[in-house]
Each structure stands twice: as C-alpha cells, then as structure tokens.
C-alpha cells in the first residue's frame, strides 16, 4: 500500500458537484483551478458538513488534504479548507479579457454578449483581441459585471482558462 501523501493547493473553485451516498449522506466533488492546471478535490460527508456553506463556485479557497491515485485518476481528499481573503482586489478595476481572433466567432460574441449580460455589476470590462500581428483592445462600457455567481467560470467555458489578463 501507498503512503499518504499530504499536500495544500490554493486556486478558484470553478464548479460544485453534489452527490448523495448510499446512506443518503451528502458529499461533493470541486474542481479547483489556477492559472496553470486544475485539481478534483473531493469532500465526503465528514469534511463536507464542516464545508458545505463555503463550497462556491468563484470562491478562492486553500485546501489540505491527501493525494489519491485511483485507475491513473488523482484527485484530492480534502481535510482542511479555508477562504482567501483578497482584500487587494479593486472592485472598481476592470475585468480584462484577453481572446485569440479565431475564437471571436459570431457564435462566441452572442455567447459573450449573454454572460456580460447576466452578470449585470460595476466592474468595466475590457477585451484584448489577439492578431498574429498586434493586440487590438476594446472597452466594453454597457456592460459592466460582477465578478461573482459563476462569471468566471462562464468565461473559462467560453474562451478557456486563460481568458482573464491581468489589467
């Protein structure tokens, strides 16, 4: 047998799956991402109970937990988890894009268009074009959002989990 290995990530929680045992005990499954992979990290009804209030799609979170190898899968059992706090987040800086030009497609837009649309807050956002010869950026004033309720992960479905830049 394996020994356990004990590890703490940080990143974004980009979706909460709910599950129910056998027993009828509830238990989840996140996906916690950073800006350069991501992680299934899963809470069984013990830990799920401590943390169920937390477990929040946008929530920027520090797990601890062991590291499991299952049939090549690995993924996390979470112990601990704390919020993070970003107190040096300006909710008044704007939200930058940054999209490929191949990937503005009139579908995308529409698709763009309706995200912007139901995140309705005061965030200004911008988008960053990239061409294979320059940048092109755009401000988008009619629509400015908030940066919570699945935003984040709603952009990352669109364009992939580098569509944020940094302003």
């Known amino acids: 047998m394996r020994p356990l290995v004990f590890?703490?990530?940080?990143?974004?929680?980009?979706?909460?799956?709910r599950?129910?045992?056998k027993q009828g005990n509830t238990w989840a499954i996140?996906?916690?991402?950073?800006?350069d992979a991501s992680l299934e990290v899963?809470?069984?009804?013990?830990?799920?109970?401590?943390?169920?209030?937390?477990?929040?799609?946008?929530?920027c979170v520090a797990i601890s937990g062991?590291?499991?190898d299952r049939d090549g899968s690995i993924n996390l059992n979470a112990q601990e988890m704390k919020p993070l706090e970003l107190a040096g987040l300006d909710k008044a800086q704007s939200v930058v894009l940054q999209v490929p030009e191949r990937r503005l497609t009139?579908?995308?837009?529409k698709e763009l268009r309706r995200i912007l649309e139901i995140h309705p807050g005061s965030q200004p956002v911008q988008?960053?074009?990239?061409?294979?010869?320059?940048?092109?950026?755009?401000?988008?004033?009619?629509?400015?959002v908030d940066t919570g309720?699945?935003?984040?992960?709603?952009?990352?479905?669109?364009?992939?989990p580098s569509v944020l830049a940094t302003a």
Not at 7 to 17: E, H, K, N, P, Y
Not at 42 to 59: G, H, I, M
Not at 106 to 109: K, N, P, Y
């Open 127 to 144: 988008i960053n074009v990239i061409c294979p010869d320059r940048i092109m950026r755009y401000s988008l004033p009619g629509f400015p």
């Open 106 to 109: 009139d579908a995308a837009v």
């Open 19 to 21: 599950k129910i045992t």
């Open 149 to 160: 309720n699945g935003f984040i992960s709603d952009l990352k479905m669109l364009f992939g």
């Open 30 to 35: 996140i996906n916690l991402e950073d800006h």
């Open 7 to 17: 590890v703490g990530v940080a990143g974004l929680i980009t979706a909460v799956t």
């Open 66 to 68: 062991s590291i499991k």
């Open 42 to 59: 899963l809470f069984f009804p013990n830990q799920y109970q401590l943390f169920a209030e937390e477990l929040r799609e946008d929530s």
